[in-house]
């Protein structure tokens, strides 16, 4: 009787062995890929940020979690390498989704905010990274998150 090989688990999926960043980019295409770099740089630029790869079980399994450097517990952005599918979710307050020029925003974008789940009295949208000038629209209202959470703690 003959054995069936192990398929081994992609770095996203298994929980018991810590991926680094590489490990999670492989399984995208090139223009994928490009689009998870293009938001970690994004992110990182715009200052007292930090990366780190989470745990955070099924759906989202190993995250980059980004947060402020003095509060590396609480991200305020979570960029999932789901293979095939890479998303991008920001909790978002009340006051910052409103503040946002949504005419000016791609349907991608919108929608991403109007179907956002609403727990706790913020907002979870997630948004599939599909275009470069999606990503450039999400960097910004990263920004804007990120500027609203300094001038919160300043």
Do not use: N
């Amino acid at each position: 009787m003959s054995r069936r090989a192990v398929k081994p688990r992609i770095a996203w999926e298994d929980r018991f062995a810590s991926p680094d960043a590489s490990d999670l980019l492989a399984p995208f295409t090139k223009t994928q890929a490009i689009l998870v770099e293009s938001i970690r740089e994004g992110l990182a630029e715009l200052g007292d940020v930090a990366e780190s790869i989470v745990w955070h079980g099924v759906p989202w399994r190993w995250t980059f979690a980004f947060a402020t450097e003095g509060e590396p517990e609480r991200p305020w952005a979570y960029l999932v390498p789901q293979p095939g599918r890479p998303l991008l979710a920001m909790p978002l307050s009340a006051e910052i989704v409103s503040a946002l020029p949504m005419r000016k925003l791609s349907k991608s974008v919108r929608d991403g905010l109007t179907l956002a789940s609403l727990v706790g009295g913020v907002y979870w949208p997630q948004w599939p990274l599909i275009g470069r000038s999606q990503v450039e629209e999400l960097i910004g209202i990263a920004r804007r998150r990120h500027d609203a959470a300094g001038l919160a703690t300043a």
